[in-house]
């Protein structure tokens, strides 16, 4: 069984949709975390929610929004897309917010607004 | 802005060699260090966590050291082999306070050859 699931894998998408990226993990984590690779292949921090919580919220536009439904859940909503958001977006997930404790990650979905 | 910097960029070895790589972070502020292990088309798996000043871990024949006092960790790769063919991450963790983050190097890409 996968840890951390992404869907879908690849998302390609013209300029103006909205869309959503899920992500489910079955470690029993309390935090989940969103990432973007960036065109310099830096992975970022978009946000993280621990037990459903959002506890981390960095400067992200407000066309991006996560939904935590439940804390195995942590869903990216991205409207109006632009050209710019294109980038992979990995899902994480840790048994605890501090970071003392490794990440897992997703696979990724490689996201192409056109 | 947190700078987490990575050399070398790149790095071919033969099999059989032995190679490390260095990765800077923020010497103030220090919660943990992470190295990861980031094989093409799948996620990045944890090698370490690091927190002590001093840290040394080990896993197999892949070792990593901890100096926060000067914010330098190295990972160490003995006896390459193919398999260990990879992109090699750190990521830097500040104490934010209730919440903490990942901040990711852009990674030292390892191909080992016969």
């Keep these: ?114 | 802005i947190l700078n987490v910097e990575q050399s070398p960029q790149s790095l071919h070895v033969q099999e059989g060699d032995s190679t490390n790589f260095t990765c800077s972070f923020p010497s103030s502020n220090f919660y943990a260090l992470h190295w990861y292990r980031w094989e093409t088309a799948k996620s990045p798996e944890a090698l370490f966590v690091m927190t002590l000043n001093g840290d040394e871990k080990k896993k197999g024949r892949i070792s990593a050291t901890l100096n926060t006092k000067e914010g330098y960790s190295y990972l160490y790769i003995k006896g390459s082999q193919p398999e260990d063919s990879a992109t090699y991450l750190c990521a830097f963790c500040s104490d934010t306070g209730t919440a903490s983050k990942l901040t990711f190097g852009t990674g030292t890409r390892l191909q080992v050859t016969l």
């Design chain 1, 1 to 114: 069984d996968t840890a951390v699931s992404q869907t879908p894998k690849y998302l390609v998408t013209q300029m103006g949709n909205d869309k959503s990226i899920k992500c489910e993990q079955n470690l029993g984590h309390d935090t989940m975390y969103w990432y973007k690779q960036d065109s310099k292949k830096f992975l970022k921090i978009m946000f993280s929610y621990n037990n459903k919580e959002l506890i981390i919220n960095e400067t992200v536009p407000n066309r991006f929004s996560p939904k935590s439904p439940d804390k195995a859940h942590l869903n990216l909503h991205i409207n109006s897309l632009e050209l710019g958001d294109s980038a992979v977006y990995f899902c994480a997930s840790s048994r605890v917010p501090l970071m003392n404790t490794e990440a897992f990650f997703g696979q990724g979905t490689r996201l192409t607004v056109v």
